[in-house]
């Protein structure tokens, strides 16, 4: 199974991103989680969204960023974020069913 994510890109503060993270093929768990990761620090867990579309995100992007599934496609994933936020600098990345990830997309937030 390959995953890609992709939407990253420069955006300034206050801006917003909406990331997608796709899966090669139907994969028969509905479970999802993105992460990011800054060079130097942890890779950090910030949402999941699993069985009937119930969503969990961090605190660090509760109320900014949402997760969900395209209906129509089932194996696409978005991650909306609104309100970004210099220190929301990072690589993102998607997992699929605790398994699958992809190669991540970069999100950089700079005047």
């Known amino acids: 199974v390959e995953v890609m994510e992709s939407g990253g890109g420069l955006v300034q503060p206050g801006g917003s991103l909406r990331l997608s993270c796709a899966a090669s093929?139907?994969?028969?768990?509905?479970?999802m989680a993105w992460f990011r990761k800054v060079p130097g620090k942890q890779r950090e867990y910030i949402a999941r969204?699993?069985?009937?579309?119930?969503?969990?995100y961090a605190d660090s992007i509760k109320g900014r960023f949402t997760t969900n599934r395209d209906k129509a496609v089932n194996t696409t994933v978005y991650l909306q974020m609104n309100s970004l936020k210099f220190e929301d600098t990072a690589t993102y990345y998607c997992?699929?069913?605790?398994?699958?990830w992809g190669q991540g997309t970069q999100v950089t937030v700079s005047e």
């Open positions: 997992e699929f069913c605790d398994r699958y």
């Open positions: 093929r139907m994969l028969f768990c509905s479970n």
């Open positions: 969204i699993f069985g009937k579309d119930s969503t969990i």
